[in-house]
């Protein structure tokens, strides 16, 4: 059986998480879960050895993620719901993408609904096809999107944007994800899966000492007071000043030339 969540690492640091049940246009069951912990593990490690450098959040076939599979609710329905533990587990699958030290980009493709949209929130950026289409749909079942969007869509979209789409569980189109600030850009359709992989690839080309900090502190100052953040950033940037990738940007503006940074 394949797998359903696969992770392979690019020749050029980028990191490809790609969910696989083209099938069923990537709903989630079980083991994409697991899959999901499995291959956020992977690149972290792969992160931390330098070998991976940016992370592609992807679906396989014509769509990023239905959401969850319906034989998760068809369970839950008869009265075999999870319970706080293992809904933990399904929200860390998700927090470990927010969580890893290097850039992660959800790449949209078709829909991304419900945990599809969940996850593609728990990247630190969004891509699109023009042909995307993003919603929380958990409404429609009785349901609150509980992997995560109460805190992350409110934060990239605002608080009126994501109660409409959370009350609603209607869908919106790239455009409108884009203008709303869901998507962070829209790609060209054709061979959208390698425009998109060239997106990542350049961020794996920079200095990721840096950049890996900076959506920490980022996402961080949400939960901290000034003073706090303002302490982070000292201590960031000191990792920073004593990195290669600083000492090779100095070098090359005294040079004249472009940078090759190496993440470390």
Not at 194 to 214: E, I, K, M, N, Q
Request: aromatic fraction near 6%.
């Amino acid at each position: 059986m394949a797998a359903t969540v696969t992770f392979e690492l690019a020749p050029d640091g980028v990191g490809v998480v790609t969910l696989n049940r083209p099938d069923r246009l990537n709903a989630m069951d079980a083991s994409v879960f697991t899959g999901l912990t499995d291959a956020a593990a992977a690149a972290a490690d792969a992160a931390t050895s330098g070998e991976c450098r940016a992370v592609l959040v992807t679906g396989a076939g014509r769509a990023f993620c239905a959401g969850l599979d319906v034989s998760l609710f068809a369970a839950q329905a008869s009265g075999d719901a999870p319970d706080d533990a293992e809904i933990a587990t399904m929200q860390q699958a998700f927090t470990a993408y927010e969580d890893l030290p290097v850039p992660t980009v959800a790449a949209v493709r078709g829909v991304a609904l419900g945990a599809g949209c969940q996850l593609a929130l728990a990247c630190h950026l969004r891509i699109g096809a023009p042909d995307a289409s993003l919603g929380l749909l958990e409404a429609r079942w009785g349901l609150i999107p509980d992997l995560g969007a109460t805190w992350r869509l409110p934060r990239v979209v605002g608080l009126s944007r994501a109660t409409d789409l959370a009350v609603s569980a209607r869908r919106v189109d790239a455009d409108t994800a884009l203008s709303w600030g869901l998507l962070d850009a829209v790609l060209a359709e054709e061979d959208f899966a390698a425009v998109a992989h060239g997106y990542v690839a350049r961020l794996a080309a920079g200095p990721t000492v840096a950049t890996g900090r900076v959506t920490a502190l980022l996402r961080d100052s949400y939960r901290h007071d000034r003073d706090t953040v303002l302490a982070a950033e000292r201590r960031a940037q000191a990792v920073c000043l004593a990195s290669a990738d600083f000492r090779e940007a100095a070098s090359a503006a005294l040079q004249r030339r472009p940078p090759v940074f190496r993440g470390r």
